[in-house]
């Protein structure tokens, strides 16, 4: 089931405007995840800074 859902992740993230999927069990923990790993911090340049990617 765990590489059904990162297969799924994959086609929803590559070459996509979707920038980033996970998908969590019932008590929170990550079980799969696709996408770019940018902190929201850094992608919204909440910190000053100007943001290292683009949308």
């Given at each position: 089931?765990?590489?059904?859902i990162q297969?799924?992740?994959?086609?929803?993230?590559d070459?996509s405007?979707?920038?980033?999927a996970?998908?969590y069990?019932?008590q929170?923990?990550?079980i799969?995840?696709s996408?770019e790993?940018v902190?929201?911090?850094d992608?919204?340049?909440?910190d000053?800074?100007?943001?290292?990617?683009l949308f």
């Amino acid at each position: 089931m765990k590489k059904r859902i990162q297969a799924i992740l994959d086609q929803l993230t590559d070459e996509s405007r979707i920038l980033d999927a996970g998908v969590y069990d019932e008590q929170g923990d990550l079980i799969a995840r696709s996408g770019e790993s940018v902190e929201v911090r850094d992608r919204l340049a909440l910190d000053g800074k100007k943001s290292g990617r683009l949308f």
